[in-house]
């Protein structure tokens, strides 16, 4: 695979491919130390571990900004290469570009800050404690914006749209605002319109307690319903949910309520969603820049696919409930357990929110990002931000409560700015991916009624999981859609289920 | 600590201290590689993990043997250095004289084809699967033999000298055979001594089943009674217990068996020893090859003592026996779990011998390595050494049963030969040290029954744990016992607790 039938020497680029296999070994050992301090490690040993992951993204960071590699580039540019080597050769000299943007300083300062930061926020964040939090999120901020105006300067963008890249290539501000934009044109009427349907619709009372170790069960039951390979994975606990590791070894985490096993199941199904895509990325590949993921808007489209449009679909619910009822021991019927997975609810917290709501979370993290880069916001002034805002978009005050307010996600503790669009990306992402995916097969509900779940996942093996980084984004969704980025099948998703046209 | 009053600069030893604080921070992730892959990694990642595994371990080899240290190594001499530091550039000229000794490409061999044999000899051991094993073990013994080749040659030492002298600084084959062949001399006729005044004692009789759960939350009561800090470390689970990880956040792991607690726990109590040394290594000297344990000798010593002259102690076990009772709701009193805990039953398995019949464990595994490291044994004839070895030592019968013989440990699998006599060296310094204690404090037990147990370790800290590195094995010995290795101490340790004289 990738290797054309007559072969002729590529020197450069078979340096360039040791190169990056090398390099890959390395990020072996960020993604463990990763996860292994989420899942994990205890408190006591996040003072070394930083020592420890700052040391090795210093010399990734090296690795990848290599004076030897742009003799390679260059010399690989003339030899003959294959479209599946000439997209490798792409991806290596876009890692290349990039990492080449930030000096290696600036990258270890980043990695020590925010690994200090994250292992204090665990605690803060059960305190309350914003005080506590403030001074080590304004010096992870800042760090973040002196990364995006270096980054910004050498690429002539702007100093937010180079954060855009590091997640989402090729997405400007522009664009974000065009699309996220048309979302609030609709969006507050559907909130409303839904609400006002759902009112007298029955609600499901969790009766618990619900053993974890039981919800654990369940859990692997339905990651292995869902494909997922546990001869390459794990599923473990960490306080916010995630999909680590690597490609030969996936690892998610959940978080357990013994009250209610609904947000932990269907956390799972999210996740395992983004381990289908790393665990099914194309082989040959492996350890090759092309054979990466494609970005975090398309990584979260494949979450949000199986939580979302498959795992709220009636059918799929109709699977999950014997499998409620045999691990714990309770009796809802599909009927009841759909209505609970589509009930909308404008709540605190991003990660619990019902698909409806979501994007208005992500709207105003999209805002506070923006405006602390611009410098027209400061992390003194984000509690107030936060409660206005929220207010705004969903009616609902926040007011002292930092925990479940500006204090919630771990993204901005661990110096990650940009990546909250992904989200909302992804959500449009799936829709698009589903409506071509019907047009393709009929009906998903009528393909799991059928005992047909493969199918969904070989189209997306198919068209997405397959493809690793061999196609841009945007080429990537047009060759499995018809087009590229197209919010309205969002829209139409939406309103097809919470309201029926 | 460690830096002269009048501080004079020293260039030359801080570019070797910053040099070796860079190699800690990667061989932190060697340590959480290596825990992660026995407990938590499934089998499927296991081919990239050693490939990545196998990356770091020349990364390291390449820091370790860099040009410019044999430059500072050289100005350092002239330095004006304290003891302490005199002491770190011991151990740093050490580390770098042993990376020279082996080329990266050996190096690199030995991890990758280790990692491929521990993961295949994983289940091929549950399958009793001699013949699968075979070849992998001849591959991985034959890169230790090139090994000890090189090492000696180049330090003008014989090939298994240089083997026992990456575990155990300074120890020779010769001292090794006067040491342990005064073993031979008294243990047989020790062992059926004690087997004839033991014949008619009553036997434990554990009416299990235990729950697993129940026992790990029995174990980590233990723990803490032990002086583990758990904001520094775990507890978890793996087929051949350990202690990794690295001092500000140690990993233990234990074994399971619901039938019978007696052994996980008494395991949790040895792995604990480990722990408590690691936990309790200088912290000045962190990151710096003088701040590392001294020896694995010693380091054996200190989870044998916390094992057999702790754990088996009859007051200890009057301390162990009301949470045993609470944890397992099973009523043994603690005479029977003394009874239990010293009983002699010569059997197969080397981790679950008892402490008498231990070191006949480790003479079989002494002469295998010495035969093989000089060629007069293969690993075809393997089996039938052991089961010649085992009868004449033990009385016992291993014909066929290769997982309960030649195929139960890890060490050989992983191309560690030269290690095991280290486990004897510290059942040896462990009874040196009890004597020694005994003479300042009193008896253990009247210790132990005062409440006094943290002088027990307050001993330990002052004498071995927090001297690290800085000093060398003997003078260490000598230091806190007033003479070097002997090993009659052992001998009078097992007359007093067997037979009473």
Known sequence: MGTPKTKVPTPSYDKLTAHFQKISHFEHFSALGDWDQAAMMPMGGGQDRGDAMAELALHIHGLKTSDTLAEHLHGAEDESLSTEQEANLREILYQYQ?????????????????????????????????????????????????????????????????????????????????????LKDWLPTLIQDVLTKQANEPKLVLNGPFDISAQQALGRDVMAFLGFDFNHGRLDMSSHPFCGGVPSDVRITTRYNEADFSSAIMGIVHETGHARYEQDLPQAWRGQPAGLARSMGVHESQSLFCEMQLGANPAFLRQLQPKIAQHLNCHFSAQELAQHYTRVNPGLIRVDADEVTYPCHILLRFEAEKAFVDGSLTVDDLPDFWSTQMQQLLGINTDGNYRDGCMQDIHWAVGELGYFPSYTLGAMYAAQCRFAMEKALGPIEALIDAGKLDSVFQWLREHIWSKGSLLTTDELIRQATGETLNGQYLERHLRQRYLGI
Chains 1, 2 share one sequence.
Not at 135 to 144: E, F, G, Q, S
Not at 149 to 160: C, D, H, K, L, S
Request: one cysteine or more; glycine letters at 8%; hydrophobic letters at 35%.
């Open 98 to 182: 990039q990492a080449n943007l930030v000096p290696g300083d600036l990258v270890q300062a980043k990695t020590k800050m925010a690994y200090q930061c994250e292992n204090a926020w665990r605690e803060q964040r059960k305190n309350n404690d914003w005080q506590g939090f403030k001074p080590n999120l304004k010096a992870v901020i800042d760090l973040a914006k002196e990364e995006a105006q270096i980054r910004g300067e050498a690429q002539n963008i702007t100093p937010y749209d180079a954060l855009l890249n590091k997640f989402e290539p090729g997405m400007t501000t522009a664009k974000l605002e065009q699309t996220f934009g048309g």
